[in-house]
């Protein structure tokens, strides 16, 4: 079930290289890491990096849809978390 309340989540403690996958749809947050800039750009760690991917079947978008997401890729626009949408 989706969660609605902060009294029932659960802290998760990933390790650098774990892959984590949610429904986004839950209550969902994050804390970044306590690297620290270094004075030599070689030695510098990440303190965290994530990218988002929401995936639908194809067939939930229109052909329209799929034309606006497209050409607002290209322009470097925004989108929700909806696919099969063209709402940004």
Avoid: Y
């Amino acid at each position: 079930p989706l969660m609605s309340d902060h009294e029932s989540a659960i802290l998760l403690l990933a390790e650098p290289g774990d892959l984590i996958l949610w429904d986004s749809r839950t209550i969902h947050g994050g804390h970044v890491g306590s690297s620290r800039p270094s004075s030599r750009p070689e030695s510098a760690e990440l303190a965290r990096m994530s990218v988002t991917v929401c995936m639908v079947p194809r067939s939930k978008a229109t052909p329209e849809v799929l034309e606006a997401r497209r050409q607002g890729f290209l322009m470097g626009k925004i989108f929700n978390h909806s696919p099969h949408e063209a709402g940004t």
